[in-house]
């Protein structure tokens, strides 16, 4: 099962870095949409954004899978936003890839 802690916290985020993970044949990745480097930026100067979540079936990266295996999701940018993430992530998990 994944966890919160699994994930990270939400300014991780905030660097242009995408999160990448896997749990028993699903592979996943969480990034900042628009993707990119904000952290240093004051509030005023940061675009409205969302957590893009990408899931797809193993064994390849996200950049060796073909873009129509990945389903991508998104939801709020926030701690709140990677808790729905993680309680989608197991719930996908369940439905896909347990059988």
Known sequence: MIEEKDVLNISFYEYKVAF???FKGMRYRI???PFEH???LPPEKKEEA???LSVWKE???YDN????EIEDSFFEYSNEGLK???EYLNHIH???FSR
């Open 84 to 86: 729905r993430i993680v």
């Open 50 to 52: 969302k957590l893009k």
């Open 94 to 96: 369940k439905e896909r």
């Open 65 to 68: 899978t073909a873009k129509e």
């Open 59 to 61: 064994p390849y990266s």
């Open 20 to 22: 990448t993970g896997s």
């Open 38 to 40: 904000v952290r240093y």
């Open 31 to 33: 990034a900042r949409e």
